[in-house]
């Protein structure tokens, strides 16, 4: 029961994570490790999927701000926005690769929603930034890095 609980509060604290709430899974991830109960692999995925599904919600949210384009207090002239859009497919989709660093990486995925990434590239590129990351800090903890 105390893994099911461990589990879950993993999942939760990186789904939140990965919104624009300032929260951090890393702590959470890291005292699970500590207590040696846990397989770090069964952590390593359940704060990968915890974590990568955050940035989902917010790439959504990013598909549907783009619906009031048209409103008055929408931030971003229709020509800027198909610029912007332009420029990021052309360049800025590998900034998702940065989706994992604290402060800018949740706002990237909300962007990448804005400037209509497509959905596989998204999860394909967060993804591995994400989970990298996680297994990078496994690996640390545990003295393999």
Do not use: C
């Not at 394909?124 to 990078?136: M, S």
């Amino acid at each position: 029961m105390i893994e099911v609980a461990g589990y879950s509060g993993l999942f939760l604290s990186a789904l939140i994570a990965a919104s624009l709430l300032p929260l951090q899974s890393e702590a959470v991830l890291v005292s699970l490790i500590m207590t040696e109960r846990y397989d770090w692999i069964m952590l390593w995925l359940v704060a990968t999927v915890g974590n990568v599904l955050g940035s989902i919600i917010n790439w959504w949210l990013g598909v549907y701000l783009v619906h009031f384009r048209n409103k008055s207090w929408f931030p971003v002239s229709e020509p800027r926005l198909q610029k912007a859009q332009n420029f990021y497919h052309r360049y800025g989709r590998w900034s998702l690769l940065l989706s994992w660093m604290p402060v800018v990486g949740d706002p990237l995925t909300l962007v990448a929603g804005v400037m209509r990434e497509s959905f596989w590239v998204f999860l394909a590129l967060v993804t591995l930034a994400k989970g990298g990351r996680y297994l990078i800090l496994i690996l640390s903890v545990q003295g393999w890095g």
